[in-house]
């Protein structure tokens, strides 16, 4: 697909509390826990916003081959390991679950594997020569900026 850049509302993503635990979501993109983003994704795929108070514990969902979990505060527990921030845990999709030994906020995501990928700083891509091409519109000025945040443009890294 081209490149391209949609805004969302933070009003229309999805977030809901869950009775038991007392943990708050917010599903940023793909689908998870029965509901569904409005963000328009390319593959199947997940990235939540979760606070998860002590004690609470959460099934990863088990429909994903491939899924992360990333502490931005606090800290889990999973498959006898710890996690805290600046770490990441990565799951093979099975039915693992989540349990936050302090009030923990987390970034968890996930979806299946796309096959090759190249990253060269913001830019991805299946193919290297689409890369340069990105680097060379960048570089041109052919990028449409966000409209909240276009006065600053910032040089392709060296």
Known sequence: CEPAFTHYPKADL????????????????????GRTSPVRTHSPLFYLHAELPAGAELPLPAVYSEQGVYPVRGAIEAGGQTCTPGQLLVFDGSA????????????????????????FWN??????????????????????????????????PG
């Open 14 to 33: 999805p977030e809901w509390t869950d009775a038991g635990s007392g943990a708050w979501f917010r599903l940023v993109a793909g689908e998870a826990y």
């Open 96 to 119: 693992d679950t989540l349990r936050a030994t302090e009030n923990t906020t987390l970034m968890i995501f996930g979806g299946e594997p796309l096959g090759e990928r190249h990253i």
């Open 123 to 156: 830019f991805v891509s299946s193919r290297k020569e689409r890369i340069e091409q990105a680097k060379d519109d960048w570089r041109a000025g052919r990028f449409a900026l966000p409209p909240d945040d276009h006065d600053e443009w910032i040089p392709l």
